[in-house]
């Protein structure tokens, strides 16, 4: 078996060193981020009651047109009244429970 220098120690240890790093930091983002979907559905109302995208933008502090694209893409359903397009509450906390992180 060879024995390894000085210098291959010291970057087999960096490396480890930074997978552990690694490691940890993704643990606790999803750790946080599980506390925060927790937190803001326990602390969140919604009921079952329909609101249109301008209600849904403010509520997601998110453009009109975010919403838009959500519900093209098919993140969020939408309802026609009318000639209007309206959200369920409760269909929106699910999306947001559902958040993955970036």
């Not at 993704?26 to 979907?37: G, I, N, P, R």
């Not at 933008?57 to 397009?85: E, F, P, Q, Y």
């Amino acid at each position: 078996m060879n024995e390894l220098d000085s210098s291959q120690l010291f970057k087999l240890n960096q490396e480890l060193l930074i997978e552990v790093i690694n490691t940890l930091v993704t643990k606790l983002v999803e750790t946080k981020l599980d506390e925060f979907k927790k937190e803001l559905s326990s602390n969140y109302y919604f009921d079952d009651s329909l609101i249109t995208r301008e209600e849904l933008a403010g509520k997601l502090n998110v453009s009109i047109g975010t919403i838009d694209n959500l519900r093209m893409r098919g993140r969020i359903t939408g309802r026609s009244v009318g000639k209007s397009v309206r959200f369920k509450n409760s269909e929106i906390l699910e999306y947001i429970k559902n958040l993955k992180p970036c």
